[in-house]
């Protein structure tokens, strides 16, 4: 890989990852805008977001992360997929023992949610229009 194609790859990664940022400080933005209906509810915000946005940054830097090997490709992909899911997965099963109650009751799980789907729709769109002129692994080619 060239050099200014590995700099365009590290920019479209360091864009895609402000995108997400931006998306989540709106939906954080929105949601604050809803009013107070709980005391803690800055903290409910924050909790999700933080999650949120740790599962959305990280998994779209792994993703992007360049590997001529198709085997890591997959792999990566799968490492990818599994922090985006199961961080919000994880942080959603500690709300609902005894454990979160304060958060819970401020609404976290549900702010969870709503920030997890604006961040995976963002997500998508950025992997389909970043992947445009990406090259392609490539692997063994069947010769008929």
Same mark, same amino acid.
């Given at each position: 890989m060239t050099s200014p194609q590995r700099f365009s790859e590290f920019g479209w990664t360091l864009f895609g990852t402000a995108v997400l940022a931006a998306v989540l400080a709106a939906a954080?933005?929105?949601?604050?805008? !809803?009013? $107070?209906?709980?005391?803690?509810?800055?903290?409910?915000?924050? /909790?999700?977001?933080? @999650?949120? +946005?740790?599962?959305?940054?990280?998994?779209?830097?792994?993703?992007?992360?360049?590997?001529?090997?198709?085997?890591? !490709?997959? $792999?990566?992909?799968?490492?990818?997929?599994?922090?985006?899911? /199961?961080?919000?997965? @994880?942080? +959603?099963?500690?709300?609902?023992?005894?454990?979160?109650?304060e958060l819970q009751e401020a609404g976290a799980a549900r702010f969870l949610l709503s920030f997890y789907l604006p961040l995976l729709a963002a997500d998508i769109l950025l992997h389909i229009i970043g992947s445009q002129n990406r090259p392609r692994i490539s692997g063994k080619k069947r010769v008929n």
């Open positions: 954080a933005g929105l949601t604050m805008a !809803g009013g $107070a209906d709980h005391p803690r509810k800055v903290e409910a915000v924050g /909790f999700a977001a933080a @999650v949120c +946005l740790f599962g959305a940054c990280g998994s779209w830097i792994i993703a992007r992360w360049p590997t001529a090997n198709p085997a890591l !490709g997959v $792999a990566k992909s799968l490492g990818a997929i599994t922090l985006r899911l /199961f961080l919000p997965l @994880v942080a +959603l099963g500690w709300l609902l023992q005894s454990a979160g109650g």
